[in-house]
């Protein structure tokens, strides 16, 4: 099949708008040529002559986000994995967001800063705050208040003045968070995240509260994690997915002699999308108030004193905050260890937890 658009490389039709997205859906067709080729890889080949081609990076993000659908030769509708590989006579829509504004603006947000120097800052960020900006939350982010907190603060970070965001925790996930404000802090911190502390500079510690209580005092999950086959919005273990490891201990139970729920402490090895909510979920302990992976065990709550349940339900999340962050300082090599205690909501539970 060839496109009518003949200023396109390869087999494509011209981009049309799309009404529900406000953005453009582009249909590429799939060449004998092209048999074998990543899905990846085809597209970003395909799309290169577009004024503003995405890059293959962001190819995956909206693979990964269902932007990406088979539109013939499948039955899935939806492509699960950035590397499938391709077939002759498939045909796959692509929808192109609209591009989010190019310079992210400072916006006067409240932050609590608990460290701050020329090179890095450390943030408590609260739960119900976006990291960085994206289509689905173009402004009122972390980047956005960090922006106002020290305009200008950030130098030469990919050639913009813009904040070095090292590594992310989900929205509705409260805790410590490092952003870099150089170029140089923040390679040298990306390395170590990089490390998932395997060469000891890095240490990340996330208190997580569980239905039940696992069977053994500490133990490691090491099980991939990919997105779902069945829901783009979820990540969930695969055989094809990628490493994951969560190791984890718990610190106190309730509700005994049934353990109702547990605290546990998490420490990541590896970094991923959803991971501690993802592997706890697996092995039958999902966390307390989790919108996506939760709902099995959301009975359950009953069984809990009213104080606890009106806890809970105030909550309107996940209950889970990244409660130590350590590394190694990129200018000076100080280690540097950052504690936080449990926010209003979480301590809240947990009092009430206590007395189930």
């Not at 499948?74 to 929808?95: D, L, Q, R, Y």
């Not at 547990?262 to 999308?273: A, I």
């Not at 909510?277 to 302990?285: P, S």
Request: charged residues 20%.
């Amino acid at each position: 099949m060839m496109s009518s658009h003949d200023s396109s490389p390869g087999s494509s039709s011209p981009p049309a708008p799309d009404a529900a997205s406000g953005g453009t859906t582009i249909t590429i067709c799939v060449e004998e040529d092209d048999k074998g080729v990543r899905l990846d890889k085809l597209l970003t080949d395909r799309l290169a002559h577009l004024p503003e081609p995405p890059s293959r990076s962001r190819i995956r993000v909206l693979i990964e986000t269902g932007q990406v659908r088979e539109a013939a030769g499948g039955t899935s509708g939806m492509i699960i994995e950035p590397s499938a590989k391709v077939k002759p006579g498939a045909a796959f829509t692509v929808t192109l967001p609209p591009p989010a504004p190019a310079e992210p603006q400072a916006q006067d947000i409240p932050l609590t800063i608990v460290y701050e120097d020329e090179t890095l800052i450390v943030i408590d960020k609260p739960a119900g705050l976006v990291v960085h900006p994206a289509p689905g939350n173009p402004d009122m982010t972390l980047v956005n208040a960090l922006l106002a907190h020290c305009p200008d603060g950030f130098t030469g970070i990919g050639g913009e003045i813009r904040p070095g965001i090292v590594h992310r925790i989900d929205k509705d996930t409260s805790g410590l968070l490092v952003v870099a404000k150089t170029e140089g802090a923040l390679k040298a911190l990306q390395a170590q995240f990089a490390a998932h502390g395997r060469d000891g500079r890095l240490s990340r510690a996330y208190i997580a509260f569980v239905w039940g209580k696992p069977g053994t005092f500490r133990g490691t999950i090491d099980a991939p994690l990919g997105r779902s086959a069945q829901n783009r919005r979820k990540m969930a273990v695969r055989k094809d997915g990628r490493e994951a490891i969560t190791h984890f201990q718990v610190a106190e139970s309730y509700g005994e002699p049934e353990a109702l729920v547990s605290r546990l402490v998490c420490r990541l090895e590896t970094g991923r999308t959803h991971q501690i909510r993802v592997h706890l979920t697996h092995k039958g302990h999902p966390l307390l108030g989790d919108p996506i992976y939760g709902g099995s065990h959301a009975t359950r709550k009953v069984k809990l004193s009213p104080d606890a349940q009106a806890c809970l339900a105030a909550l309107g999340r996940q209950a889970l905050h990244a409660c130590e962050l350590g590394f190694e300082h990129p200018v000076t090599g100080e280690q540097m260890l950052f504690e936080s205690p449990l926010p209003a909501d979480l301590a809240a539970l947990e009092a009430a937890l206590r007395q189930t």
